[in-house]
């Protein structure tokens, strides 16, 4: 074996002066091995410098040791968070994290799904276009999944999501009391299942005899500023006395629109949101919202993913898992603090 050769198990085994199983079974942490010989064992791996093969070892045990996780997108602080719960909970469990994002794209996401075929032991999946048709199509009924934020029912993985509805209607109805009547939406993408939860919140929460307002939105910060420049096209008098926004980034970037024209807010329009994420107590006003367990969220999924792995791959319970919200009041809709 020479310096610039990686070594190998058999090195090992000869170095040691033991068979290639036992130093399998040394380096995988089995019991059946002695104290001293594996100690042995270990001190000649590091004098070797030998580094498993995780190939090999996955050829063994039929475990890669990763899991995947899809989401919609890699940007913002909403999936900053929400990386960062799902993160941490794997390296707990000792298990890597695969990570990609469809951007929005359904063909993207199939593809993403199919990548990993193979390369993981399991997933997260968080996806606007995972309806039961894309699930049953792109996902081996093989692969343990667990679903974020969805709206299929009955396909047999495990889901978490957060009350969006409630809190919908919870903030709608706090703008409500406030004494806003004229209380627009600015609402997300059609298709996606939290947009239209949220959406359908709202609409619950408004007064008796209000109309809805609804505001085309995305999720983005550029649509955010798209709807403010819709609403300041119109008479001062036309236009909403508060808007509630589907997610903070949106809200974030109506009011950076509305200041910039010269508007004040909550004095001139009242603004809400949906998610907490960590920047909204900072911007000025401080931003009303609901807040999300963001980070929860990713963790207790991955969670119960990696129980699912430890049961190799039998699910405990399909019910899906709706973690609850919080009213968050600050300065922007018009509370005194």
Known sequence: MSASTPATIKDVARVAGVSVATVSRALNGAGNVLPDTRQRIVEVARELRYSPSGAARSLITRRTDTVGALLPDLHGEFFSELIRGIDQAARARG????????????????????AMNGRVDGLLVMSPHADADFLAY????TLPAVLLNSGVAGSGQQAFGV????????????????????IAFLGGPAANFEARERERGYRSGLPAGAQPWLLAGDFSEGSGERAAEELLALPPAQRPQA???ANDIMAIGLLGRLQAAGLRVPDDLALAGF????IARYISPALSTV????????SQALDALADTLDREGRVSEARPTVMSVQLVVRRSCGTPL
């Open 291 to 298: 807040r999300v367990p963001i980070a929860a969220l990713g």
């Open 95 to 114: 298990l890597h994290l695969l990570l990609s994002s469809s951007h929005g794209d359904a063909d993207e996401a199939a593809a993403a799904l199919r």
């Open 243 to 245: 808007v509630f926004a």
């Open 163 to 182: 009350d969006n509805y409630g809190g919908a209607r919870a903030m709608t109805e706090h703008l409500a009391s406030l004494g806003h009547r004229r």
């Open 138 to 141: 792109n996902l081996p009924a």
């Open 275 to 278: 998610d907490d994420i960590p």
